[in-house]
């Protein structure tokens, strides 16, 4: 797969897990919007999002928290033009995508950096099995 659609692979599954938080709400808390349960679902849901962006161990990982973000706001996109409390919302929800993006863009560099640190080790183990005995 290339490097594009890998992206866009991140990107879909980002905006389909956006409206499905929104979409499945009343059905799993019970509550129209997400971040009214009495639950913290809507905020483990974003570390979920952006944990999981993290571990592709690639920057393309932050496309999920902003996929996320987005698909979150097209279902809000009515509210915020009939509704006083709309934008507000859009600010919540672009507020947890750029801290959901920075919890993204650390794991992905932890990542690699566990990825060369490996990679490092397993040459050095290697050049020393591959020695003659003596």
Partial sequence: MTPIRKTLVLLTLGVVSGVAIWWFSPWLTGQVEPWDADTPI??????????????????????????YALGQMLVTVQSVRIGE????????IGGYAVIATIITLALVGG????????????SK??????RPPG
Avoid: D, N, Q, Y
């Avoid at 409390?85 to 919540?92: D, E, P």
């Avoid at 990542?111 to 397993?122: E, F, I």
């Avoid at 183990?125 to 591959?130: F, P």
């Fill in 42 to 67: 809507w905020l483990l849901s974003w570390l979920l999002i952006a944990v999981t962006g993290g571990l592709v161990g690639h920057v393309r990982g932050v496309c999920l928290p902003l996929g």
């Fill in 125 to 130: 183990v290697a050049g020393l099995m591959s």
């Fill in 85 to 92: 409390f709309g934008a507000l919302g859009w600010m919540f």
């Fill in 111 to 122: 990542t690699a950096l566990l990825k060369r640190v490996w990679r490092k080790r397993s």
